[in-house]
């Protein structure tokens, strides 16, 4: 039995409504991430997503920002923000536990330059990541950390690295703050299973016919612990909804991951909140 993840930047869920209920109904994953979805809780089209099997877990925000989890069954466990204390006044982070299986699903701040206050708040949204993964779950049970993160963290993951060094999305100080955090103990999907694959998620809408010319980046990851990446069997990045009649400038990627590998690891669908904080 496959479980299936999925994330997907859609840049206003009201406006992209169609193009996520198509994706939903063609690619059936149990879970889809949303990020930037801009809209207020009680304003995100929950009812058209129940009617073709979906539950959602909102953390929205008026215009901008905003996450959600769309799920086949409902979470056993949600948690929105950081909690650590610090301001939180946009709605970037949700978490939501499926049996066995926690998701953090994400909006990374874009940073706009690396002159701008912005990029330093990046930098320290990493940081906070990392801190909310040692706090509050384990490296050795089953976590997927998913979302637009706003890095590409190799060469192979922009267009034209030439270009792009030094740019924001792809300047040293970001690809460092991620790499600190994916060293908690997460592994890069896409990379396990398509080493050496030049593979965009993002075209810039803002550069002209960037996607039939596939002037691209890779900034939406699915990161998993070594319970999960064990067990994954798949991931990939589907192109089509980049292509359609009124597209967001993100597409989907998913994961797969083998339910019976993940079972035979100890780890079960249910039960086990894989949550208790390092001793």
Not at 212 to 231: F, Y
Request: net charge neutral.
């Amino acid at each position: 039995m496959k479980w299936k993840i999925a994330t997907f930047n859609v840049n206003g869920i009201r406006s992209r409504l169609q193009v996520v209920v198509s994706w939903l109904e063609k690619n059936r994953p149990d879970v889809l991430c949303l990020q930037e979805i801009k809209c207020r809780d009680a304003e995100f089209p929950a009812e058209p997503l129940r009617e073709i099997g979906y539950e959602a877990s909102v953390f929205g925000q008026k215009s901008f920002h905003g996450v959600a989890i769309l799920s086949t069954q409902k979470p056993d466990e949600v948690r929105r923000r950081f909690e650590d204390g610090l301001p939180e006044e946009e709605a970037r982070l949700i978490a939501a536990r499926f049996g066995a299986i926690w998701v953090i699903n994400t909006y990374v701040p874009q940073g706009r330059s690396p002159e701008h206050p912005t990029f330093a708040q990046k930098i320290e949204f990493f940081a906070r990541v990392r801190r909310f993964l040692e706090a509050h779950f384990r490296a050795d049970r089953p976590l997927i950390w998913t979302g637009d993160l706003n890095v590409a963290p190799e060469e192979i993951d922009v267009f034209s690295p030439k270009r792009m060094e030094g740019k924001v999305g792809f300047h040293p100080a970001e690809k460092k703050a991620l790499a600190d955090t994916v060293s908690w103990g997460l592994t890069d999907l896409f990379r396990k299973h398509h080493p050496g694959v030049k593979q965009f998620t993002f075209w810039d809408y803002r550069l002209p016919e960037s996607f039939r010319r596939d002037l691209g980046w890779r900034l939406d990851h699915i990161l998993a612990t070594e319970p999960l990446a064990a067990a994954s069997v798949d991931c990939r990045v589907d192109t089509e909804p980049r292509g359609a009649a009124g597209p967001s400038d993100h597409t989907p990627v998913w994961a797969e991951i083998d339910l019976e590998l993940l079972g035979k690891a100890g780890f079960g669908t249910a039960g086990g909140e894989g949550t208790t904080p390092p001793g």
